[in-house]
């Protein structure tokens, strides 16, 4: 059994929080201990036989929500799966697969990811679009973004195999399905696609403007500098196996840039915040505990002191 720890509130009682270990896959509190592994306690359940580790993991997990958020901080940071776990054995002495690495991944950013649903951005007058090519599965795919001229915030990511006018139009309608009001610029180079794919979506809402090189007022020296950065990222994307992962780790990466990643520029804020969205998480680890059921079942006594 755990000893209570008292504490003094203002009424002049003593609140003592007494800890019951909980089963984390049936919910029984007949456990007993089974020994501790680099300074974290083990349990086995009497009822189900099953052992855990009393180290807060999330149910059906052997690893804490603060390692796996520090995991996916380092990926989304561009570093290699190897280089994480090198990192993780350092500080917690753990040393997850590789493959348990790319699940919470997956797993975490379809969660981060589905909180975008419904949000709505305003997003300024501006927008700056440009597209790169990427290495996905030893084909060339292309890679569309649209970001913000003043917030910094990345609007919109499209992944395609093609460069065509549909891709840009694809771009275009996700850049208009979250914003308050259509922009009145989008900048982009020479590509004759975007000029038809602006009017084809904004109409008269909204002026195509050719950028006339990073020495004019309106250029695309923004949009530049933040494929600087996606290709940082883009490195350890090489042993993606299809577009479809591809998209995910993009979606994640529009996340972890907008609201988890300070921007140097706007003096440590995130892109996020200086656009005002109501997007729910500030970081990995509030995404990863979001969904974490706690295994200790606390009731608080008041004692007279």
Same mark, same amino acid.
Not at 115 to 121: E, N
Not at 189 to 209: I, N
Not at 225 to 239: A, D, S
């Given at each position: ?5 008292? $504490? ?46 009393? #180290? ?160 004019? $007022?309106?250029?695309? #020296? ?35 840039? #907008? ?26 680890? $509030? ?19």
């Amino acid at each position: 059994m755990l000893h209570p720890q008292p $504490e003094v509130g203002d009424s002049g009682f003593t609140e003592v929080t007494q800890v019951t270990i909980v089963c984390k896959f049936c919910g029984s509190t007949d456990v007993i201990r089974w020994g501790a592994k680099h300074g974290t306690q083990y349990y086995r359940c009497k009822t189900c036989g099953r052992k855990f580790a009393q #180290n807060m993991a999330l149910p059906g997990m052997r690893y804490s929500p603060d390692l796996i958020a520090s995991a996916l901080n380092q990926f989304y940071e561009g570093m290699s799966l190897n280089a994480i776990r090198r990192h993780l054995d350092h500080d917690y002495q753990l040393i997850p697969s590789d493959s348990t690495v790319y699940e919470w991944m997956v797993r975490f950013t379809k969660q981060a990811v589905a909180a975008l649903g419904g949000l709505l951005v305003s997003y300024g007058d501006v927008i700056v679009v440009d597209e790169t090519v990427l290495g996905i599965d030893g084909k060339n795919a292309w890679f569309w973004d649209a970001i913000s001229d003043d917030s910094r915030y990345l609007v919109a990511s499209h992944l395609s195999y093609e460069r065509s006018m549909q891709q840009a139009v694809a771009l275009m309608r996700r850049v208009e399905a979250i914003g308050t009001k259509p922009p009145r610029f989008v900048v982009s180079d020479g590509l004759r696609s975007y000029p038809d794919a602006v009017e084809r979506v904004f109409g008269a809402d909204t002026k195509h403007v050719v950028s006339r090189g990073f020495s004019h $007022e309106v250029n695309t #020296n923004l949009i530049e500098r933040f494929h600087g950065t996606i290709k940082q990222r883009t490195k350890v994307m090489r042993g993606m196996q299809n577009i479809h992962t591809a998209r995910l780790v993009m979606d994640g990466w529009l996340v972890h840039y #907008n609201f988890f990643r300070p921007h140097e520029s706007l003096d440590g804020a995130t892109p996020g915040r200086m656009a005002k969205v109501a997007y729910p998480f500030t970081s990995w680890s $509030e995404v990863v505990k979001h969904g974490y059921i706690p295994t200790e079942h606390r009731h608080t006594t008041r004692l007279p002191t």
